[in-house]
């Protein structure tokens, strides 16, 4: 089965700041990693899938991005509804995978 | 507006059984990838199950295989996931995900919570 590692864990940001969050694949994914964005007591909501595209609606300020099988999500000018906690997924071969989880606090 | 519903959560006794449904609305799910995922009170995302468009292929999480099925019925714009078996460590808020016009498991439901507590 594939692992993914993501990190941080848990990172502390100011409004307007730019944060990345990781994922290392344990093999290869052929870019099939997707993103989401979770909030407390709320249904995930994707914001990228295949490493980098946008899903219908996500601005511009979230981006993908990979080497390799280290996949990055950027998220440029932080204001206060992107704090929350992000996961990475890979569904290039069952069983699918989750990251553990980014939670992205206001410092 | 493309969206879908889980239902069928409850508390049951370890041991016990359960079936979650997930109805889609505004669409014919037929074609497409059906996922199953879980987070436990606290805790990340965990994938559970995944049933093919066709129905012909059905994955799963270590953690239930044996345990759990998924299955749909694509007459009624369903999909299934039978919990037989249930452990403590099952109790969770499930989510169904349709890979909708994508690959990617991307239409989250709202959840449905399943307990399994004496």
């Known amino acids: 089965d594939i692992q993914m590692t993501q990190s941080p864990s848990s990172l502390s940001a100011s409004v307007g700041d730019r944060v990345t969050i990781t994922c290392r694949a344990s093999?290869?994914?052929?870019?099939?990693l997707a993103w989401f964005q979770q909030k407390p007591g709320k249904a995930p909501k994707s914001l990228i899938y295949?490493?980098?595209k946008l899903q219908s609606g996500v601005p511009s300020k979230f981006s993908g991005s990979a080497s390799a099988t280290d996949f990055t999500l950027t998220i440029t000018g932080l204001q206060p509804e992107d704090f929350a906690t992000y996961y990475c997924?890979?569904?290039?071969?069952?069983?699918?995978?989750f990251g553990r989880g980014t939670k992205l606090e206001i410092k | 507006e493309v969206q879908v519903l889980e239902s069928g959560g409850g508390l049951v006794q370890p041991g016990g059984s359960l079936r979650l449904s997930c109805a889609a609305s505004?669409?014919?799910?037929?074609?497409?990838?059906m996922s199953w995922v879980r987070q436990a009170p606290g805790k990340g995302l965990e994938w559970v199950s995944l049933i093919r468009g066709n129905g012909d292929a059905t994955h799963y999480a270590d953690s239930v295989k044996g345990r759990f099925t998924i299955s749909r019925d694509n007459s009624k714009n369903t999909v299934y996931l039978q919990m037989n078996s249930l452990r403590a460590e099952d109790t969770a808020m499930y989510y169904c995900?349709?890979?909708?016009?994508?690959?990617?498991?991307?239409?989250w439901g709202q959840g449905t919570t399943v307990t399994v507590s004496s």
């Open positions: 093999q290869g994914i052929n870019n099939f």
């Open positions: 995900v349709c890979s909708y016009q994508l690959l990617v498991p991307h239409v």
């Open positions: 295949a490493t980098s």
């Open positions: 997924l890979q569904y290039n071969s069952p069983p699918y995978t």
């Open positions: 505004g669409f014919s799910l037929s074609p497409y990838d």
